[in-house]
């Protein structure tokens, strides 16, 4: 079971530690009711640029902890996530700075056009 999110973007949120609201953290504006929409206009690109720096300042090494994690196993538990020093919160941090990346490269690939998002709630 998990939560997606479309649009101009796709990809699943991470089950357990990542909140369909994850988009406001770069811009986005919630658009209608049902599933969460979001757009984030054209124009937010150095917003993103600096909410991803502040994300990697603020977890530390938890950002490449959960990316060797993941290039190393299959999946993640509590034990995993101690073999690797990965905390919750940094796995939460990992997951919401994949998604603005993946915002940011779609704004910069489109110039001029805002991306939109719907998330699953």
Do not use: H
Not at 53 to 59: E, Q
Not at 90 to 97: I, K, M, P, T
């Amino acid at each position: 079971m998990g939560r997606y999110y479309s649009g101009d973007i796709e990809g699943k949120f991470m089950f357990a530690v990542q909140s369909s609201d994850a988009p406001a953290r770069f811009g986005a504006e919630e658009q209608y009711s049902g599933y969460i929409d979001y757009w984030v206009p054209p124009d937010a690109i150095d917003e993103i640029r600096n909410e991803l720096d502040s994300i990697t300042k603020l977890s530390g090494d938890q950002i490449e902890r959960v990316q060797k994690m993941f290039d190393n196993e299959n999946g993640y538990n509590d034990d995993t996530m101690k073999k690797y020093g990965v905390t919750k919160q940094g796995l939460s941090e990992y997951a919401d700075y994949q998604l603005g990346k993946q915002i940011l490269e779609f704004l910069e690939k489109n110039e001029g056009y805002g991306c939109t998002i719907q998330a699953e709630i």
